[in-house]
């Protein structure tokens, strides 16, 4: 089943969706509220691909308490076994490489060749943290006065951890909360996006080779990896269900100490105020992003060009850090636009290079976005306002807007689809208010070959992350995250440490 064309043809041969089952303390247990199921369709072609469970509070119970039995034993194990079992974990997915992008392509809609990119960058995630874990420094004080003492830092677990992730890179998003929260002695329940849980689930496509019995295959993916790999039981669960149901009830659960979240803004104000009283749990928030790309007129368009249209149209535009508001200088404006919206035609062909996007729901929100800008009289240089009903899969034109208003919502809002807006600027100074001019913060794109230009402009827009001359570039033990509105806290390396451990200081005299 490890080929579109195969796997296809098994989903056309089964009498009903696949179902969904949690996997809890190492086994698989179906839903407490058996009639609560979520549809979750094929985004290529609208057919109904599973159900995913509805899990209710008991369920959410149920995942937690395996996780507290399991943190006694596994905050207290040795960082080599750790080490050991991400490596583990690391190499059976690679193994099955492409049977998880396989799946994760028919789930979200995302081309192969993203997922192939994705899976990869799950792998990456365990490796990545299997070896910091056996790499850490930690400096030693030597305090003298009346009383003399050796003063260092220690950190320890914080206890069990929701781990909540969204649609669209869902196995790599998941695997980036669930890698450090067992390499720094955590344990967790993770709780995949209810639009994309397959590739959290569906030990199915593993063994449905070796196996003829049907049972056999309602298993997880992931879970099934984390056996294979002899992660103890109940080190890491996960459920399915929806977000003011199933992930609100887990993120209040007084025993989950930490939360790490990734989704949209509105989703994250909502956590932090439903935490708010529990002063102690950590908090870790990665959200939305409405992100500039600043063009200036000494680049090479041959370069520009290919690094915007990539940076707006990667995923279909549903990537957190997609630059979807492009600023370009005036002297190279006229040019660039063309060339952009020549580019785009040739390159992006939904089908082809660009996948559809994610659900029917997210179609008709980027529809609503896409007839506002004809409303507003914007300009398409490439797209059209996309019929309103959803046909056959949930295909969206790449479309380049320009002449849209600063203030439109088109211009302030993430629509987190495959739609760009491109606007001139005139001075280095008008560039930087365009780009701080929005509530999020999370990204940023800067093309220049001035380097002090890259200084200059680079260490005052607003965004976490900062990319000149390049996009996507992620280097795991670098600092992740957002300002303003998009989120609170850093992952990634040492940043993840501090998310899903506590410090202590000790003085030893
Ligand atoms: P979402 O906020 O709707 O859902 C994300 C997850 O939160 C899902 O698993 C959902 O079930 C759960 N959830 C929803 N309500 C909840 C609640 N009250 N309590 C607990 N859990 C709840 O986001 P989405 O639509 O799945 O994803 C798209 C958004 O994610 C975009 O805004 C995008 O920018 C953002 N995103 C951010 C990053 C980042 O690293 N900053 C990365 C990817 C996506």
């Known amino acids: 089943l490890d080929t579109t064309e195969r796997a296809d043809a098994y989903l056309t041969s089964l009498a009903r969706p696949i179902r969904l089952q949690n996997y809890i303390e190492n086994n698989y247990s179906d839903h407490s509220e058996p009639s609560h199921w979520i549809d979750s369709f094929n985004p290529r072609t609208g057919e109904l691909l599973a159900q995913v469970p509805r899990s209710a509070l008991s369920d959410v119970d149920h995942a937690v308490d395996a996780a507290s039995r399991a943190f006694p034993t596994w905050s207290r194990t040795s960082r080599q076994e750790r080490s050991e079992v991400l490596l583990r974990i690391a190499g059976i997915l690679s193994e099955k490489k492409e049977l998880f992008a396989v799946w994760e392509s028919i789930d979200q809609g995302k081309t192969i060749s993203r997922a192939r990119v994705e899976v990869d960058r799950a792998i990456s995630n ?95 993916v992931l879970g099934e990896v984390f056996r294979q790999a002899k992660l103890p039981p109940g080190v890491m669960n996960i459920i399915f269900g929806d977000g003011p149901g199933t992930g609100s009830a887990l993120v209040k659960s007084p025993r989950v100490r930490g939360v790490s979240f990734t989704g949209g803004t509105a989703t994250g104000i909502r956590i932090r105020q439903d935490t708010v009283a529990d002063i102690g749990k950590h908090l870790s928030l990665e959200l939305g992003g409405k992100n500039p790309t ?44 063309s060339k952009l919206a020549d580019y785009v035609q040739k390159n992006y062909r939904c089908g082809e290079t660009i996948g559809p996007v994610v659900s029917r729901e997210h179609y008709t929100k980027i529809s609503s976005y896409l007839k506002l800008a004809k409303e507003e009289g914007a300009e398409f240089l490439t797209g059209e306002v996309p019929s309103v009903v959803a046909q056959q899969g949930f295909w969206i034109t790449p479309t380049v807007l320009s002449n849209v208003r600063t203030d439109s919502r088109i211009m302030r809002e993430e629509i987190f689809g495959p739609v760009v807006t491109v606007s001139p600027f005139d001075t280095e100074e008008e560039a930087i208010e365009l780009a701080n001019d929005n509530p999020n913060g999370l990204a940023s794109i800067l093309m220049t070959k001035d380097l002090s230009r890259m200084r200059r402009v680079g260490e005052r827009i607003d965004a976490g992350l900062v990319w000149v001359n390049c996009w996507l570039v992620r280097e795991l033990g670098t600092a992740f995250g957002g300002m303003k509105a998009s989120g609170i806290g850093r992952e990634g390396g040492s940043q993840s440490r501090d998310v899903f451990t506590n410090l202590r200081t000790l003085h030893v005299r």
């Open 126 to 220: 365990f490796r990545y943290f299997a070896t910091y874990i056996l790499h850490e420094e930690g400096a030693v004080r030597y305090v003298d006065g009346p009383v003399s003492t050796m003063t260092y830092e220690h950190r320890s677990p914080v206890g069990v951890f929701a781990l909540i992730s969204p649609w669209n890179m869902p196995l790599y998003l998941l695997t980036w909360k669930i890698a450090p929260c067992i390499a720094f002695g955590c344990t967790g329940v993770a709780k995949p996006s209810e639009v994309t849980s397959m590739t959290a689930f569906c030990e199915l496509f593993l063994f449905v080779q070796q196996y003829s019995d049907r049972r056999l295959i309602r298993k997880q």
């Open 294 to 337: 600043l063009i200036f007129d000494d680049v090479d368009l041959a370069e520009a060009v290919p690094l915007a249209a990539q940076a707006a149209f990667e995923n279909s535009g549903q990537i957190c850090l997609c630059g979807s508001r492009i600023y370009v200088h005036r002297a190279i404006y006229e040019n660039f636009l």
